[in-house]
């Protein structure tokens, strides 16, 4: 596989002369994004949740969202299958929280807050913002698959800061 180079002078953005997957990966970092925690409930009943900065709006009427999974993922047969989950936006406080749900081989949801919500879908308790969805549609694109879900309840904290994640870190506040 070639390998990319990236050229650049001081100040001016790198070119890839071949685009790898590092390249692209590095580039889509310099997109800030929030943080959120996706939930579901499981058939038997298990709590399933990760943390994913793949979410959009998509639509006011009807009010949908979008986020994305890795096709391979464990948990992709509770979300493809299940009828509801909750995108759990994530307040400035609760890095160590996403850094939970980015664990493996852990139970991520020992000692943590949350109550049912809508279609027994987790809502993590402090969180900046909740959209509570039906899994309304799922469309596999490359290596993920492309959730829309259609919300049936949200709720926000007013005046809740964001955590965002940039070039692979975690903030409270944009880097100036």
């Not at 919300?151 to 903030?171: D, K, T």
Request: one cysteine or more.
């Amino acid at each position: 596989m070639p390998k990319s180079t990236a050229t650049s002078n001081p100040g001016e953005p790198s070119v890839l002369t071949v685009l790898q997957p590092q390249g692209f990966r590095a580039a889509l970092g310099m997109f800030a994004t929030g943080v959120t925690i996706v939930t579901a409930r499981a058939p038997d009943g298990s709590l399933v949740g990760l943390t994913a900065n793949s979410f959009n709006s998509v639509s006011l009427n009807p009010p949908l969202v979008l986020w994305s999974l890795g096709q391979k993922a464990g948990s992709m047969p509770v979300f493809s299958r299940g009828s509801h989950y909750a995108i759990n936006i994530l307040a400035a406080d609760q890095k160590e929280l996403a850094q939970r749900f980015a664990t493996r081989d852990i139970d991520r949801f020992a000692g943590v807050a949350w109550s049912e919500g809508v279609g027994g879908a987790p809502v993590l308790e402090g969180v900046a913002a909740v959209f509570e969805c039906a899994n309304r549609s799922q469309y596999e694109e490359g290596d993920h698959v492309i959730f829309v879900g259609e919300v049936e309840n949200c709720s926000w904290r007013e005046g809740a800061q964001p955590l965002i994640f940039h070039g692979g870190r975690y903030y409270t506040e944009l880097p100036i």
